[in-house]
């Protein structure tokens, strides 16, 4: 591959800092960009004003151009928006997956391609791999501790054919050694643990609760056993997740108890003990693939950082769904919640459990 233009998506941190860098000792024409998201009251994550400081600095110091792009009503629409109603519906979603699907895969790269850019490149910790049918997949990192696979698995082969992922064959701590020795001031900054609009001087729940309560009703509700009783309340049955144990007013009972479904038409949670989180079969749909797609045995992962586990993915006639139906019995994936699939290090593809 020759020199080629490629816009480099600079989020303020050292992967991408460093995958700049990479891009530009490659001998291709380099640009960074850092998006503009949030223009809510949170200012942290990934897009917050320092972390445009950040990347323009990092952009400067390696001697290219860099330019911001506000994508905030994109955002909202394609990723704050569905947020808001999983919750109401009871599902857990995961943002940061939409994020990638919506924006940094499709309109950032839309945009570099309106633009005469060849390639997008990012600092994600994943590699991208040529396979012998001559496809391309995403596969895992360098750095099994840092890998961003699971959060990728959405990239089809029309983004696959324009995508580097320069650190992804460099273990973090090669990446920060890099970093160091350009002298870039990203070299020691921590990395972001945190949903971008939901404000830093409340994490956790009580961040969470303050964004969905000015967004959507926050509905008290029941907690019930198996056979219906009622055994507490809750709250806020929006904000409660399957498998969770804390945040629930329970009375009496014989160990621990977890959240095995969540009702907000009839603001109901039902509890059971750890062995009812347990299942053989998971449903899932909205199922994209990397090149076309795939049934039979596999690998799947249900967590950015989960153990993967052996399954059959069975299809569904008619109604767009696959099922999982797992080797062993497998803890409920929360409604929401992307469930990836592998063969050994490579992303076949991706769906949402329902």
């Known amino acids: 591959m020759g020199s080629q233009r490629v816009m480099v998506a600079m989020s303020g941190g050292v992967d991408s800092s460093v995958a700049a860098a990479l891009s530009k000792d490659a001998g291709h024409d380099v640009v960074g960009v850092t998006l503009r998201l949030w223009g809510g009251e949170s200012d942290s994550g990934c897009c917050s004003v320092s972390d445009v400081d950040d990347a323009r600095r990092v952009a400067d110091s390696l001697g290219i151009d860099h330019h911001v792009f506000n994508m905030g009503e994109d955002f909202d629409r394609h990723v704050v928006d569905p947020y808001v109603a999983d919750h109401a519906a009871g599902r857990t979603p995961n943002p940061c997956i939409e994020c990638n699907r919506h924006i940094k895969f499709d309109r950032l790269l839309r945009r ?128 409660v997740t399957l498998g969770q144990r804390r945040g629930m007013e329970l009375a009496g009972g014989d160990g621990p108890r977890y959240a095995t479904a969540v009702d907000t038409a009839t603001a109901t949670v039902t509890v059971g003990s750890a062995a009812d989180l347990f299942v053989d079969v998971t449903p899932v749909d909205r199922a994209g693939w990397a090149d076309g797609p795939v049934s039979g045995s596999v690998l799947v992962q249900t967590s950015a950082h989960g153990q993967p586990a052996s399954a059959v993915l069975e299809p569904c006639d008619g109604d767009g769904r696959t099922l999982v139906r797992w080797d062993e019995p497998h803890r409920q994936v929360a409604p929401g919640q992307s469930v990836v699939f592998y063969n050994c290090d490579v992303v076949l593809g991706g769906a949402v459990a329902c």
């Open 112 to 239: 570099a391609r309106s633009l005469g850019f060849d390639r997008l490149a990012t600092g994600h910790h994943a590699r991208v791999v040529d396979m012998p049918d001559g496809t391309r997949r995403i596969a895992r990192a360098a750095d099994p501790a840092k890998d961003q696979s699971y959060v990728l698995h959405m990239l089809d082969q029309d983004v696959l054919a324009r995508l580097d992922l320069p650190v992804g064959e460099m273990s973090k701590d090669e990446v920060r050694a890099m970093a160091a020795t350009l002298g870039l001031r990203t070299a020691d900054k921590p990395d972001s643990q945190d949903v971008c609009f939901i404000t830093s001087a409340s994490r956790g729940d009580g961040g969470r609760r303050e964004f969905l309560s000015r967004r959507i009703p926050l509905t008290s509700g029941r907690v019930v056993d198996a056979s219906g009783a009622e055994v507490g309340r809750v709250d806020a049955v929006e904000m």
